[in-house]
T-cell receptor
Framework: SQQGEEDPQALSIQEGENATMNCSYK?????LQWYRQNSGRGLVHLIL?????REKHSGRLRVTLDTSKKSSSLLITASRAADTASYFC???????????FGQGTRLTINP | NAGVTQTPKFRVLKTGQSMTLLCAQD?????MYWYRQDPGMGLRLIHY???????AKGEVPDGYNVSRLKKQNFLLGLESAAPSQTSVYFC????????????????FGPGTRLTVT
């Protein structure tokens, strides 16, 4: 079974609004990462947050991690049409050689 | 620096036919991965390799074989294609950062869309 589960599965907002996506996972992790996938393309790494970090920023992206609740959120502020994509969380576990990806949230930004 | 490339981009096979998907990376990465992506299923790991000459099974390895004869290439083979293997296949690679602490990002190829009729 997959480690991470994103919520919601799909999100549609107006340009300029903020978008929040959530990821829940099951086992203890070493880090959690977010990736973006534009339609018909491969995944692109956005941001990595370590298990001992609670919040991280990168441009318009803000990621939080709550290890006690086994959950993370990705906030995209001031959304743009170019942010339309699917967003995946992936978890890294100590000693593991592979990431485990969730099912993704499909984000649509309406002009 | 092309990153991760995949060949071919599209392919249609008949049931029972065989084919090989090629993944190449020019970043000198140790680790390489093959995933399949199906609607509503996210990414599922098929096989992976932690170095030249080594391979390991992932989450959904049945019906697939892989080889890593050269560090920069990772081949995914379908010996007898089935309609259930209709999917988009992604290759990814990453560098080796010492212990398996997961503190790395993966670089993905553009994908191969395979249809088996």
């Amino acid at each position: 079974s997959q480690q991470g589960e994103e919520d919601p599965q799909a999100l549609s907002i107006q340009e300029g609004e903020n978008a929040t996506m959530n990821c829940s996972y099951k086992t203890s992790i070493n880090n959690l990462q977010w990736y973006r996938q534009n339609s018909g393309r491969g995944l692109v790494h956005l941001i990595l947050i370590r298990s001992n970090e609670r919040e991280k920023h990168s441009g318009r992206l803000r990621v939080t991690l709550d290890t006690s609740k086994k959950s993370s959120s990705l906030l995209i502020t001031a959304s743009r049409a170019a942010d339309t994509a699917s967003y995946f969380c992936a978890t890294g576990i100590q000693g593991a050689q592979k990431l485990v990806f969730g099912q993704g949230t499909r984000l649509t930004i309406n002009p | 620096n092309a990153g991760v490339t995949q060949t071919p981009k599209f392919r249609v096979l008949k049931t029972g036919q065989s084919m090989t998907l090629l993944c190449a990376q020019d970043m000198n990465h140790e680790y390489m991965y093959w995933y399949r992506q199906d609607p509503g299923m996210g990414l599922r790991l098929i096989h992976y390799s932690v170095g030249e000459g080594t391979t390991a099974k992932g989450e959904v390895p049945d019906g697939y074989n892989v080889s890593r004869l050269k560090k920069q290439n990772f081949l995914l083979g379908l010996e007898s294609a089935a309609p259930s293997q209709t999917s988009v296949y992604f290759c990814a690679s990453r560098s080796y950062l010492g212990t398996g602490n997961g503190l790395y990002e993966q670089y993905f190829g553009p994908g191969t869309r395979l249809t088996v009729t």
